[in-house]
């Protein structure tokens, strides 16, 4: 269902894990294991995320650090989406066809 809004699949799975888990802190290298996808792709994405304010990082030594910004202005309703779009996902899936 997200996928009608959130064209970008990359940006899409990117969301999905921090509006899900918003206590999840991870750096790119990371976050590409778990969503398996390009480490390139998904920095190109995290900037973007960042630059809009719904992610904020941190320095770690050489390694910058991504996690949910929960002050970001529409984040409560972007959580919500996210939790109901898996849960309509969840449903038709488990529904004899």
Do not use: C, W
Request: glycine share 4%; charged share 30%.
């Amino acid at each position: 269902m997200l996928d009608v809004f959130i064209t970008s699949r990359v940006r899409r799975k990117i969301i999905v894990v921090y509006a899900k888990y918003p206590d999840f802190k991870t750096h790119v290298r990371g976050l590409a294991k778990l969503i398996k996808e390009d480490a390139g792709n998904i920095q190109r994405e995290l900037k973007r995320l960042e630059k809009i304010g719904f992610l904020v990082s941190e320095r770690q030594g050489n390694t910058k650090i991504y996690s949910t910004n929960k002050h970001f202005a529409i984040f409560k309703e972007l959580q919500s989406i996210v939790l109901k779009s898996q849960r309509i996902t969840q449903k038709s899936k488990q529904t004899p066809n």
